[in-house]
């Protein structure tokens, strides 16, 4: 099964009065994601909005979605033996009839 995997690499806030989101970006993070091509480097990220702010006023996350395939989970195996089946309980010894009380 394929998922994408969220590498947050920074932060941004949107401006208050213009369509425009600064973004601060943990380059050391970022530059584990970077990839060539054609002999340039590239780092390809997302920019989404928060479902609320933070302490700091930040209203985005920055991060690179990176696709991973998942293993499926390995089923137990069976066990071919019989299963045991509950032991008789044995019954109680006869109480004899020449008890005092």
Do not use: C
């Not at 380059?27 to 002999?39: D, I, L, Q, R, S």
């Not at 920055?62 to 998942?70: P, S, T």
């Not at 137990?76 to 032991?87: H, V």
């Amino acid at each position: 099964m394929k998922k994408f995997e969220k590498n947050y690499i920074g932060k941004g806030k949107k401006h208050e009065t213009y369509d425009i989101v600064t973004v601060t970006i943990n380059m050391e993070e970022a530059e584990k994601h970077t990839f060539e091509y054609e002999g340039k480097k590239y780092l390809k990220f997302d920019v989404a909005a928060l479902s609320s702010e933070t302490s700091f006023g930040k209203t985005h996350t920055v991060y690179v979605n990176k696709l991973v395939e998942e293993k499926p989970a390995e089923k137990p195996a069976q066990d071919t033996k019989k299963k045991k089946t509950a032991k008789k309980q044995a019954e109680p010894a006869p109480v004899p009839d020449d008890l005092p009380f």
